[in-house]
């Protein structure tokens, strides 16, 4: 048995109740949906995420946290306490400061300085909310990873995005509350998407895999190539008419998520084609998202495959620029430069994607967020990379209710370790699950003999961001 929101009458009870009419015509549940629309704990600023994962951290001193100390002490040595070095028995160490390699500018009204890396989202910064102070737990990619999608170091914990789907639903019965888009096998793979020990509908729905271009990811299963329609119809009815035989005489609420996804599935097959067409899309909008441009086109489409997913009604919806590598994407401890390629194939498609959404007033209550598991040092290592820093790092959000053109928190003259109003990781969860209208130490489930959340017994609502 469960615990759901606490303030809701479905707490303490099975997931559902099977339904009277659960012979009835194809397409009715045979019971309440767990995935049905829920309401909030209280009034919500946004309905839906969609999450940038940036996996391997990006530097933040190379991209939006301007350090001018760090030009003018580019070379000279001081010292740090690095996390790396801390972890393995070491604690005060010199180490020489390394300047970023691309020069920084202001843009917007609020004047906030962006590096040459992002030119796209610098014309934006006046609807984006920085949050400079990030810190977090772990420091190699694995732990961290995980600790960035579900709180936890190395246990099996539910990812955010099912604790979102367990306390709200999805906004589209014909949809998964939560798909993941081109998820990565490595540094914590499946379980970064995984329901752990909710019910197995939360688990994210995964659309292709980072190892496969974009343009090839699709739903797995989707399309039966051996039955027509009128047989797989004819099939499913016959399996309703099964399982609702097996529920009346064995209640389980564990068959019954089974079940409901099962059910979505072929939901599904009669919607997610069209969803994924993005044929169906005008060729301004390929432009805007880069699909035009090999250098662009495959994190365009993810990106807008996001859009299009967000407005059909799935309520989280993770955009994955990764790889399966043992070094992610953005982990540059050598060759620095490397952080262009990244920056040049995602500055344009998230940049469009901030646009589209605000065109069509749904960034309005569509909160995006944008980061990596960590950020990187600033000094060299191997003389022209960085290694990993979870001490002090950025993210910034969008929409959903957050300050626009705001910027919270700072970390110290070299951009080595927040110092100013501290946010933790736990702290950005609890914060946008209340975005969500959710009480983050209200969202729990009773299992093993306790009750479990998303944020463990930690976190704070950063409320100061809130517009």
């Not at 109740?17 to 309440?32: I, K, V, Y």
């Not at 998820?183 to 019910?199: C, E, I, K, T, V």
Request: proline share 5%.
């Amino acid at each position: 048995m469960h615990s759901l929101l606490a303030q809701q009458t479905r707490a303490d009870r099975p997931l559902s109740s099977l339904s009277a009419d659960a012979n009835s015509q194809h397409g009715q549940s045979l019971r309440s949906n767990p995935l049905t629309a829920r309401a909030p704990m209280f009034a919500p600023r946004a309905k839906r995420v969609i999450f940038l994962f940036m996996q391997g951290g990006p530097s933040q001193i190379d991209t939006f946290d301007y350090k001018p100390q760090l030009f003018k002490h580019h070379g000279e040595s001081f010292k740090f306490r690095d996390a790396r070095k801390m972890a393995k028995g070491n604690a005060d160490t010199e180490e020489k400061l390394m300047q970023p390699m691309w020069k920084f500018r202001q843009y917007g009204e609020t004047g906030h300085w962006v590096s040459d890396l992002f030119p796209h989202i610098g014309k934006h910064v006046d609807d984006l909310c920085f949050i400079h102070s990030m810190h977090t737990n772990g420091v190699a990619h694995g732990p961290s990873t995980l600790f960035l999608h579900t709180g936890a170091l190395n246990l099996i914990r539910p990812s955010m995005g099912a604790w979102i789907s367990y306390g709200l639903g999805t906004e589209n019965e014909n949809l998964p509350a939560f798909v993941t888009i081109c998820p990565s096998s490595a540094n914590g793979g499946p379980r970064n998407y995984s329901n752990a020990f909710l019910p197995s509908c939360h688990q994210g729905t995964p659309l292709g895999r980072a190892e496969q271009p974009s343009r090839d990811a699709d739903i797995r299963h989707i399309e039966n190539s051996s039955l027509s329609a009128s047989q797989q119809r004819e099939q499913f009815k016959m399996l309703r008419r099964l399982n609702a035989k097996q529920i009346g005489t064995q209640p389980d609420p564990e068959l019954e998520a089974v079940i409901a996804s099962y059910e979505l599935a072929w939901r599904m097959q009669h919607h997610a084609p069209q969803l994924l067409d993005l044929s169906q899309e005008p060729k301004s909008m390929h432009e805007a998202y880069g699909l035009l441009n090999p250098e662009t086109e495959d994190f365009g489409r993810q990106c807008l495959m996001a859009r299009r997913m967000t407005e059909a009604g799935v309520r989280f919806v993770q955009v994955n620029y990764s790889d399966n590598g043992s070094n992610p994407r953005w982990d540059q401890h050598s060759k620095m430069e490397r952080h262009a390629t990244h920056a040049k194939a995602t500055d344009q498609p998230v940049a469009a994607l901030i646009q589209d959404l605000k065109q069509r007033g749904l960034l309005e209550d569509t909160l995006i967020w944008w980061g990596g598991e960590f950020g990187r040092n600033p000094f060299a290592q191997n003389s022209d990379g960085r290694d990993h820093n979870p001490k002090g790092f950025t993210h910034f959000l969008a929409g959903g209710g957050v300050r626009s053109g705001f910027s919270y928190g700072a970390t110290d003259e070299f951009g080595h370790e927040a110092v100013e109003s501290k946010v933790h990781m736990h702290d950005m969860h609890a914060t946008i699950l209340h975005l969500l209208g959710i009480d983050h130490e209200q969202l729990t489930y009773r299992h093993a003999g306790r009750d479990f959340r998303l944020t463990d017994v930690e976190g704070h609502v950063v409320k100061e961001i809130f517009a």
